[in-house]
């Protein structure tokens, strides 16, 4: 299983409707066009045989590499080095318009910095997950691939007089292998293009630098509008740009991840695809964003989010699913790539979820608190969102009092999870404060009823007077890490004994020196084999919930052993395993969102500390 590189050996670039993930040994292992959750082309990373690659590397037996992303952008170079020279791979994507798109390219640059050094580039697409055969045409300035109704198109980067840097030879299969040679100075490459009829043409160095420098200066004019200007400005700085990067600009749906069927443990069944938008994660990043000052995305999000609010689904689960296509189609039909090992044997490789349909009450408690937090930012709605709003409350009023799924989209059957209770207390106490704050007509009455009614029953059911603490589901001792948001919700002061109580029986069971896991499987399963690792996310709400409590220096030192996890780029896959492996989809948006929560909380706590002691 050695032929697979660790999840965290990846770097991500993107155009803002896909993106690519590039090992760093240059390997491009994934990559889906037009859209994120479109079929994909390279997808080695879940089958080293089938699912296709398109690789870029020194000739030489034995080389060394680093990655690293040009300050302030999206924008990945990968370094070799070898005996003869010192070369450089440059990746990215020009960013796309903001319709939706089929053609996209991506420029795959190669410099040599020092010496000499020879690259060998292999393309190998497979196409609908390896489903589709395609065609390959050499043509005298590229080649295009040809499979079914899908096109794409590899031209050179180079100048007029330099065709003999370049050597091609294709095999039976449709592959090709090419090898370029460059001496100290030299920058040539190739750009991948997907989606135009447009033939293959030479690319002058000049255009592509062009291009570049456009790539560039477009992510680190982004970044230059986030107001946060305290501690771990870098680490924040990286969280945002890959938040960015997993956004689809047409329509502000922000994707989970940009990968799927990466396991949560190694040779296990819980594979999922993360390639859509969750009403969950989505929602949070509202909250996020404005803390940054972006709130452009902020508003598309919340656009995104209204469409959904004021187009109900006619479903058993109630007006909203919990996750959509990043367009808002809800059809997310689960199937498994057959044929496929799936990452390092972790069989099945699943495309599509078939949670999408679960009963997730928790949904409609985040969906209100991102409309609360668009509000406190100066973004607004119309009458046809506040009629919306006020149809969803109703059916919540009517089905807020049953078992449900739960925010871990467990398949162990329905229950009654704290969570999701308090999240419903969530959505009344947000729908209560927009009344009053817009002056608009509304059941405050009712709304007022059924926010209290939950809140006594989340203290007379979900805490637990043996445990001394909340638990995870009514009259089950097992503790539960989502309740970490309590205190940032308002729902219990951080200081509370009971819920001091809490945070204590956490770090006792659920805490790992700076790790969190989110529940505990064999205490409360989940309908799946298996084991996970601890949860990243779950570790930021730790720091955070911390950090609330007036914990700092234990906030503190969690939070900076945490970012010692991060890959050598400051991303973040779903979970940590107990190597201290990232693994899980990578990287993961909730994750690097509640980075960003848990880092302006602890610098604000810290500062609040610190001016205290001036005084």
């Given at each position: 299983m050695n032929r697979y590189p660790s999840i965290a050996d990846h770097g991500l670039i993107g155009d803002l409707q896909t993106t690519a993930l590039i090992a760093t040994d240059g390997t491009i292992d994934w990559f889906c066009s037009p859209r994120f959750d479109s079929p994909s082309i390279f997808a080695s990373l879940l089958d080293h045989s089938r699912g296709g690659h398109f690789s870029a590397h020194p000739h030489d037996a034995v080389f060394e590499t680093k990655q690293l992303y040009i300050p302030d952008t999206a924008v990945l170079v990968t370094r070799f080095l070898t005996e003869n020279g010192v070369g450089e791979l440059i990746d990215f994507m020009p960013v796309s318009s903001e319709s939706p798109s089929t053609r996209h390219r991506l420029f795959r640059v190669l410099r040599c910095v020092r010496g000499t050094i020879d690259f060998d580039i292999e393309i190998a697409p497979r196409f609908d997950y390896g489903r589709q055969q395609h065609e390959l045409k050499v043509a005298d300035h590229g080649v295009t691939y040809t499979a079914g109704n899908s096109r794409m198109s590899l031209s050179l980067i180079r100048e007029p007089d330099d065709e003999r840097l370049a050597r091609w030879q294709e095999t039976s299969d449709g592959d090709l292998h090419f090898s370029l040679s460059l001496v100290e100075g030299h920058m040539r490459g190739v750009v991948l293009e997907t989606g135009s009829e447009a033939p293959p043409q030479d690319v002058p160095v000049s255009t592509a630098q062009r291009i570049f420098d456009d790539t560039v200066s477009f992510w680190q004019d982004w970044i230059s509008r986030s107001t946060y200007k305290g501690r771990w400005r870098e680490e924040i700085d990286r969280s945002a740009i890959t938040l960015k990067l997993l956004t689809y600009s047409p329509s502000g749906g922000l994707v989970a991840a940009p990968s799927a069927g990466l396991p949560e443990q190694l040779g296990g069944e819980r594979n999922w695809d993360y390639r859509y938008t969750w009403v969950r994660d989505a929602s949070f990043s509202i909250n996020t964003l404005v803390r940054l000052g972006f709130l452009d995305e902020a508003a598309a999000f919340g656009r995104w989010l209204r469409d959904r609010v004021v187009e109900p689904l006619d479903s058993d689960t109630g007006p909203l699913n919990i996750m959509y296509r990043v367009d808002g189609d809800p059809d997310l039909v689960e199937e498994i790539i057959e044929g496929w090992e799936g990452y390092r044997g972790s069989y099945p490789a699943r495309i599509g979820n078939g949670a999408a349909e679960q009963l997730q009450l928790d949904i409609y408690g985040e969906a209100m608190d991102a409309i609360w937090s668009a509000h406190l930012a100066g973004i607004e709605?119309?009458?046809?969102?506040?009629?919306?709003?006020?149809?969803?409350?109703?059916?919540?009023?009517?089905?807020?009092?049953?078992?449900?799924?739960?925010?871990?989209?467990?398949?162990?059957?329905?229950?009654?999870?704290?969570?999701?209770?308090?999240?419903?207390?969530?959505?009344?106490?947000?729908?209560?404060?927009?009344?009053?704050?817009?002056?608009?007509?509304?059941?405050?009455?009712?709304?007022?009823?059924?926010?209290?009614?939950?809140?006594?029953?989340?203290?007379?059911?979900?805490?637990?007077?043996?445990?001394?603490?909340?638990?995870?589901?009514?009259?089950?001792?097992?503790?539960?890490?989502?309740?970490?948001?309590?205190?940032?919700?308002?729902?219990?002061?951080?200081?509370?004994?009971?819920?001091?109580?809490?945070?204590?029986?956490?770090?006792?069971?659920?805490?790992?020196?700076?790790?969190?896991?989110?529940?505990?499987?064999?205490?409360?399963?989940?309908?799946?084999?298996?084991?996970?690792?601890?949860?990243?996310?779950?570790?930021?709400?730790?720091?955070?919930?911390?950090?609330?409590?007036?914990?700092?220096?234990?906030?503190?030192?969690?939070?900076?052993?945490?970012?010692?996890?991060?890959?050598?780029?400051?991303?973040?896959?779903?979970?940590?395993?107990?190597?201290?492996?990232?693994?899980?989809?990578?990287?993961?948006?909730?994750?690097?969102?509640a980075l960003i929560d848990a880092a302006i909380t602890l610098n604000d706590r810290l500062d609040e500390a610190a001016a205290r002691g001036r005084h």
């Open positions: 709605f119309g009458q046809a969102g506040w009629q919306a709003i006020c149809d969803l409350l109703d059916w919540l009023a009517d089905n807020w009092d049953q078992p449900e799924e739960g925010i871990w989209e467990t398949r162990g059957g329905r229950k009654n999870f704290t969570y999701g209770r308090l999240m419903c207390w969530v959505a009344f106490d947000r729908a209560i404060r927009l009344a009053a704050a817009y002056g608009r007509p509304a059941p405050v009455a009712r709304w007022t009823v059924e926010r209290d009614a939950i809140y006594t029953q989340i203290m007379e059911k979900g805490w637990d007077p043996t445990r001394r603490a909340f638990v995870q589901q009514y009259g089950e001792p097992v503790l539960d890490a989502s309740l970490l948001k309590m205190p940032q919700l308002g729902f219990i002061a951080p200081r509370d004994p009971m819920w001091l109580d809490t945070l204590a029986a956490m770090e006792t069971e659920l805490v790992s020196d700076s790790l969190v896991y989110r529940y505990d499987p064999s205490a409360s399963p989940d309908g799946l084999r298996g084991s996970e690792g601890t949860f990243s996310l779950c570790t930021f709400l730790y720091v955070d919930a911390l950090a609330r409590s007036g914990q700092l220096a234990k906030a503190r030192i969690t939070f900076e052993k945490m970012l010692s996890y991060a890959n050598h780029l400051g991303l973040y896959s779903e979970e940590i395993a107990l190597t201290g492996e990232q693994i899980g989809n990578f990287p993961q948006a909730f994750t690097h969102l």
